[in-house]
């Protein structure tokens, strides 16, 4: 098999090759037909994530069953399997005995503690993995993995907020936008100053307004969910959203926050954060996908291509997301 690993935490990716793992117990091995880049790979590469070392990245995974550990039930060879981020939990702790898996104290995370997609193949535990729509395409369905489950997981901790801000319009907010704008909800962009494409972008996708996360949008919002790494937009939210309102923090790293009058979040406001998922939240949205015809814009790259993709990911070069492909 081929690989781009990660040795440490700023040095570039290196292409390897090695013989193909044997999956385990109740494992699959996958051969990896699409992997999306996401913002968490970026904090892996850059440090701010301490991953284990050397790791291959990589965490949205689509791909095909090329081989059955002892115990799998549920998946046969030749299956089209997606693999997120949460590889497994431990299963013991009080966090999975309540079905709140995503806060396990114990967990493995693909391309994070596990070596990931930035490869030919890649092992996962069956348990864990998701179908994938039949109305995608590999490619297409990368991104779903996790910038469409953690999207939907903050839109779900929104609650029924009827107006919903998104502050950083990248490969996350592009895909909730969509399924925002068909539960009925009016979508209000947030994008970098200045960035006229990406606000007509996220026009394009259902947004009833776009701007710079400097300026204000036409009303209160009820909502904001931020994908942006950056700890300022924090208080910046608070300002936009009304009484009662919700400030969701939808990554797993973000710069620090800085402090803000109490008075921006007097109210009831509330600052909230989401943290991975759980195989109920994997099932429930890509039905939803289905349902809702969503369509995610997507860039290919060929797999020894990884550290360019991840440098256009980081610069914002692109609409949509960044899908790797062996």
């Known amino acids: 098999m081929r690989a781009m690993q990660l040795y440490a935490a700023g040095r570039k990716l290196r292409a390897v090759e090695r013989a193909l793992p044997v999956p385990g117990q109740g494992e699959l091995l996958v051969e990896v037909a699409a992997c999306g880049i996401c913002r968490t790979d970026l904090h892996i590469a850059d440090g701010e994530l301490e991953a284990s070392m050397p ?19 549920g998946w046969s060879i030749g299956d089209r399997v997606g693999v997120p981020w949460l590889g497994r939990p431990c299963g013991a702790c009080s966090y999975c005995r309540s079905e709140r898996e995503n806060l396990c104290d114990d967990p493995l995370f693909t391309g994070f503690s596990r070596d990931g997609g930035f490869a030919t193949h890649a092992i996962a535990d069956a348990d864990f993995c998701l179908p994938i729509p039949a109305g995608f395409g590999d490619v297409e ?24 801000g ?10 909730v936008a969509q399924v925002a704008a068909w539960q009925g909800r009016r979508v209000h962009a947030f994008t970098r100053p200045g960035d006229s494409a ?11 307004w776009a701007g710079g996360s400097d300026e204000a949008p036409p009303e209160p919002l ?11 937009l924090v208080p910046a939210a608070l300002r936009q959203v009304r009484k009662g309102g919700r400030v969701i ?7 620090d926050i800085p402090s803000f009058p ?52 980081r610069a914002g070069r692109l609409e949509g997301a960044a899908v790797l492909v062996p």
């Open 55 to 73: 790791v291959v990245p990589g965490h949205e995974i689509v791909g095909r069953v090329a081989a059955l550990g002892e115990g799998v039930d």
């Open 166 to 175: 998104l502050y950083g319009f990248g490969a996350a907010a592009h895909i």
């Open 222 to 232: 009820d909502a904001a969910i931020l994908f942006a790494p950056v700890g300022a």
């Open 141 to 164: 369905a990368a991104p779903l993995l996790c910038a469409g489950l953690i999207g939907h997981r903050a839109l779900e901790m929104a609650g029924e907020a009827q107006v919903v």
């Open 262 to 313: 109490y008075a921006d979040l007097w109210g009831e406001r509330a600052i909230l954060s989401v943290a991975n998922l759980t195989r109920n939240d994997g099932r429930a949205f890509m039905a939803l996908a289905q349902k809702a015809g969503l369509r995610t814009v997507t860039t290919p790259y060929p797999l020894e291509d990884a550290e360019r993709a991840m440098d256009d990911v």
């Open 249 to 255: 923090c939808a990554g797993i790293h973000m710069s």
């Open 198 to 208: 990406g606000q007509a972008f996220a026009r394009s996708l259902g947004c009833s």
